[in-house]
């Protein structure tokens, strides 16, 4: 374990059903930090831009069918090839505001019923979120959204599931913000979180991992 106390960045994660402002607001908050002098990198899981994010990318699109324990050990590999990056990031000061992590992998694999500890074991070492952000919505009003798309999962019946998954998931570490409220009050709350997060950083809070 880390002990040196170094001002670093902050790695925030935002979670959440689909549709449930996810993208949208990793944006935001990575304009709004931006704009208040801090450095700060948008980041996504899964990455669709690596060879494995490719893979995983045709998989989600259906054009490729894979074994559910492969394409979860995909999603966690497509996160343990950016760590050394996220390392040499956070080090240097640069906040990362994360759409999707280790979370998602677990909560989707294991609503198709995989092992959950199974499931989070290619997680363990990877790095642990300074902040965990949920963006609580019911399945049903994300459906209301509309845009699900084609791809695997954007189903309402399997994100029922996905959200019973997450229930099962959190800890009381993890910020829950009401994200049917609108896009500028969910937008305010997640200002705050952070730039908690980001202070206790710069004060020089150790690097943790995963699983904690
Ligand atoms: N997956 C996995 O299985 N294992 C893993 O390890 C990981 C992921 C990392 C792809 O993810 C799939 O991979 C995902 C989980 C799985 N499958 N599913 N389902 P993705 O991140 O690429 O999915 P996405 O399609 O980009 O994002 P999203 O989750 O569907 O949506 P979002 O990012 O949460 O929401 P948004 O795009 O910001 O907003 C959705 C719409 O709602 C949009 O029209 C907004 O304008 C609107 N919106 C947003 N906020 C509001 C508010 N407050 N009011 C009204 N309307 C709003
Ligand atoms: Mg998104």
Redesign the pocket.
Known sequence: EDRRVEPRGALVVLE?L????????SSRLVSYLEGSGISAELW???DRTTNVGQMISSY?TNMSQLDDHTIHLL?SANRWEKRSLMETKLKAGTTLIV???SY??VA??SSKGLDIEWCKAPEVGLFAPDAVIF?DISPEKAAE?G?Y?G?R??KLEFQRKVAESYKALHDASWKIVD?C???ED?EKQLQDIVLDSVMECQKGKPLSHLWS
Do not use: H, I, N, T
Request: proline share 3%; glycine share 16%.
């Open positions: 959440g689909d549709r449930s402002g996810k993208s949208s607001q996504r899981f899964p989600l999603f759409d999707r992590y998602s992998g989707f694999s963006l959204r845009g798309g791809e999962y954007e994200a409220q609108s896009m969910v």
